[in-house]
């Protein structure tokens, strides 16, 4: 049986059979799909108390009715308050809080104050602030005395969605998502970082402890030293491809079940009313939901409608490539940085001695990833293009642009930089490898690994 | 016909000479003594011949051929630390170990069962590696060595971590493997178990070859006339112009007596001389121990 071999199956059994690795396994993926659930949970069940507001200020009398009641709350408006005596006796009042109009209101904005004893949650606010802005807006129009404002003001509002259409050489039109295009490049580039990270440091370990365990002499009175750090990257990156399948398969059957009991009851379109507009950068997504916080809970099914146009928006990206890229650039990627941890495990002579190598080989991974934010903003740039090229950052950056549409010439161009190179890095490696395993004592410095790197062994 | 030979082998590093023209031939069936000091490069050799690391200059061949990558398959070696992984079970490593040397799964199996059982570890075959004692992980290890019946096995400092009955158990495998048809080098300071065991033998001393030969030649060559004598009863001799009495002493009824004798003097003179003084039980040329020869060799040098 091919040694290579032997070695790969005997470090992907011991790691995959250890506690830690199923533990992990198991457990992030609860951990990320309680991510995604429990905000939406969260909304879902709020607080059930219901809200009187009293309404008083100078400025509340023009506002008479404005602030529409809800399901969870009622505006009481309150002619001639005294504020001081409100303000002690409120709560017992039954109130909750106390909505100050001033009459700037339409001048200055913090012309409203809400006074509670505990802090007003975010739909609450959207509602009055909703509600204040269009009765202003409103009552400013009624001033320019246009004759059937109502009915004009009906008529004119317009939903707009810009419906985005990619156009591929051939002339053929599918429809995309910009927020579905920016969470695969996000997914793809921070997925690529983990993993690098995560499982190239594995590997560093793995080489250290052989070193300071001696089991290295032996292994190597039997095989060449590239075997064994082939064999053991190989059988790493095998761990790691497990892993990772098994955290998505565990972590969409989550999300799957909780979305089909829990958030059956609830329509999306109340969900998404709940999640305030601060926290929707995305406008599309805003678009493809079709609500803002003020709207009236009324047009429940085209809003479901544009939900499922999204989800049909995300099958259209061109998952073949996606996904083929990324196990390209995973391979390569991994295995380059992979071989340099093997490196500078063999370097060391246990693990704290890493520390001063660790800082270079991060750099170039970490800026990566922040290029690859970059370019979820403006894909076109220079800077996205550049280190999209260059082999230490390509994986993550370039996976971060493809979902924006990428030149077939410019990617192949980056695969073919990121083969040459990954194979360099690999051939120098092993140099390192070799005589490093056998080194006990020497300082570990980088003249030290260039030394052993013009060293013939 | 040598089964091993190593010619003219350098080895530097930086501007360290580990080695310097070292040659041994190490004939078919023989237990060859590798001696030396620390730091000698006694393990630097062996690694060379393992083929962990290269020579700078110099040659090696097994079988009368030139050294080749795969000859790996034929060589066990049994280093001088410990080399196992800590947490990895007994059987299981000791498997891989085998399958590493070229060893099939199912033979494996089939000799590791056998071998488990001949020195009585049965028992250990599911426990983790670090839940041995040193000794016990030696014989592991020293299982993992010859399980795949080399020709050449090669053992640094075999009995460093052994009680007195584990020793003589390794002993005994030596003994054995050797019968079976196998040549052995083993690196070693312990000088009785190189007088019991070796065969022929090499010191080196900072990278150079100072001493080889056969053990009984050497001892031969070493020996400076001196006789050791046994007597029934209590006897003392004295000294005179021909021999001096280097030691003597009674204990369990008999006098073991050491004379050195002038160059000149015959055996049957000193024993028609000493007849006189008591019933004789026993007369042999004392042989220098392999230790004396290593101090006076080594010291000698400096």
Known sequence: MNKVSVIIKREYVTRV????????????????????????????????????????????????????????????????????????????????????????????????????????????????????????????????????????????????????????????????????????????????????????????????????????????????????????????ALVGLTQFLIWIFLTAAIVGVVKTTVLKKSNVAEVSQMIPKSVMADNQLQQATGTTSANKPAEVNPQLAEVSKMFDNAMNQDWLLIITSFIFYFITGYLLYASIFAAIGSAVDNETETQQFMLPVTIPIILGLFVAMGTMQNPESSISFWFSMIPLTSPIVMMARIPFGVPYWQIAVSMVIMLITFLAFVWMAAKVYRTGILMYGKKSSWKEIWKWLTYRG | MSLFEARNVSKQFGSFKALDNVSISVPEQCIYGLLGPNGAGKTTLIRIINQITGPDAGELFLNGEKLMPDDVLSIGYLPEERGLYRKMKVGEQALYFAQLKGLSKAEAMRRLKYWFKKLDMVDWWGKKVEELSKGMQQKVQFITTILHEPKLIIFDEPFTGFDPVNANTIKNEILFLRDRGATIIFSTHNMGSVEELCDNITLIDKGKTILEGSVDEIRRNWAANEYDMVFNGDVKIEGNGQYQILKQDFDDGISSIRLKTTATIGTNEILNNLMKSGTIVSFNPALPSMNEIFIRVVESKN
């Open chain 1, 17 to 236: 059979r250890k506690k830690s690795f199923i533990i992990m396994t198991l457990l992030a993926p609860v951990f990320m799909a309680s991510m995604v659930v429990l905000p939406t949970l969260l909304m879902l069940n709020k607080d059930k108390q219901f809200k009187k507001i009293a309404v008083v200020g100078e400025g509340a009398v023009i506002f008479k009715n404005a602030i529409t009641n809800t399901k969870d709350a009622e505006y009481v408006y309150l002619d001639n308050a005294d504020m001081n005596d409100l303000k002690k006796n409120f709560q017992q009042a039954g109130y909750y809080g106390i909505l100050y109009i001033s009459p700037e209101v339409s001048t200055t904005p913090n012309a409203i104050q809400l006074f509670s004893k505990n802090q007003p949650p975010i739909d609450l606010l959207e509602h009055i602030e909703g509600s204040l802005e269009k009765e202003i807006e409103r009552q400013k129009l009624l001033g320019y005395n246009i004759k059937d404002l109502d009915e004009i003001l009906k008529t004119i509002r317009t939903k707009v969605s810009v419906q985005t259409i990619k156009i591929d050489d051939s002339g053929k039109a599918t429809e995309t998502s910009t927020g579905i295009a920016m969470a695969v490049a996000y997914i793809g580039g921070f997925l690529m970082y983990m993993l690098v990270f995560m499982f190239g440091a594995q590997v560093m370990r793995g080489v250290i402890e052989e070193k300071t365990s001696r089991v290295v002499e032996v292994i190597v009175s039997s095989v060449k030293p590239v075997q064994l750090m082939m064999g053991k990257i190989v059988g790493i």
